[in-house]
């Protein structure tokens, strides 16, 4: 059963790792989160959290502007179905030329 007040808040596990896992997914703005939370009950490593979410809103910068997102994602579906295809014609290929020989 879903809870509405849970909806959209960090998960409930905030520890580095988590942190790291959400980014491994892109989930970039839960990890921004946990490390905000974190630098809050860790003042001492406050600065180090900073660091981890200025160099993650470099790295995502352009997926926070949605119109760039909706462009990334359609460029990145494009280079998928180029591979996909490149994938087929290598695969009919005459062997001579699969192995450069004429």
Sequence with gaps: MNNPSNEGSTPPIMTETMAKLLLGQRHW???I???K???RQNPAKAEAYQK???QIKEYFRPQANPETAKKTFRTR???SRLK???KVVKRQQPENYKQGSS
């Design 33 to 35: 989160d946990i490390y």
């Design 37 to 39: 939370e974190l630098s």
């Design 52 to 54: 981890e979410i200025s």
């Design 77 to 79: 579906q494009q280079i």
């Design 29 to 31: 703005r839960e990890a």
């Design 84 to 86: 996909n295809l490149l």
